[in-house]
């Protein structure tokens, strides 16, 4: 069985398997970086726990990598995110000998995470994230005419959120709900919006602000 002969070992093992896990889910690495960031893993629980409790943390560190990446494609609201991480967070601190290698462990994760951001830098970004964050452009040479008609009709028309905008999210005009995207701006439910701009099927609006002079 492995063995991590020093308590910080614990930050780079970790650090290392984290932030490949979820730089495969970021970028299109064709497998390489869930094969390595799963081999540090397993180093990792493998050093500390039997083969029960091995398998029970290494569980739980999955299912709340799992949860971030399901937060990220469908509910883009941050709860399971936060969830996930603390279950990666529990599984890596509880299978650590000590509080110290469990720190480590903790920072490996959080750091390892951030790091991830950087392969956005160097390797090609997967598609789905483009399609989910509503920036796939449906044009008209692309055959959606008259679907993208439909939707320039809603440019400066108002409506309301009917779920957060975070900053993507749903919107109700006229009784009809359409996704779409604020300008940078979270928003909450039940706040008055206007449509600013529409690119396919990619809805911009921004809260709208009424005004009044004494």
Request: proline share 2%.
């Amino acid at each position: 069985m492995w063995e991590l002969t020093a308590d910080w070992m614990s930050f780079f093992i970790v650090g290392l398997g984290t932030m490949f896990l979820i730089g495969e889910v970021l970028v299109n690495a064709k497998g390489i970086f869930s094969i390595l960031g799963l081999s540090f893993i397993t180093v990792y629980f493998a050093s500390y726990l039997d083969p029960s409790m091995f398998f029970i943390m290494m569980m739980i560190y999955i299912i709340g990598l799992m949860l971030i990446i399901i937060d990220g494609k469908i509910l883009n609201d941050g709860t399971l995110a936060v969830i996930g991480a603390i279950a990666m967070i529990i599984s890596v601190g509880f299978s650590s000998p000590n509080w110290v290698a469990g720190l480590y462990a903790v920072l490996g994760v959080a750091i390892g995470g951030f790091s991830a951001l950087l392969f956005l830098k160097v390797f090609k970004k997967r598609q789905m994230w483009t399609k989910i964050a509503l920036f796939d452009q449906l044009t008209e040479d692309r055959g959606y005419s008259s679907m993208n008609q439909g939707y320039k009709n809603l440019i400066g028309k108002e409506g309301k959120t009917i779920t957060p905008m975070r900053p993507i999210g749903t919107i109700e005009i006229d009784g009809k709900g359409y996704s779409a995207i604020s300008e940078g701006r979270w928003m909450e439910k039940d706040k008055p919006v206007v449509v600013t701009q529409v690119d396919g099927t990619r809805i911009l609006v921004e809260e709208l602000v009424n005004n009044t002079k004494d």
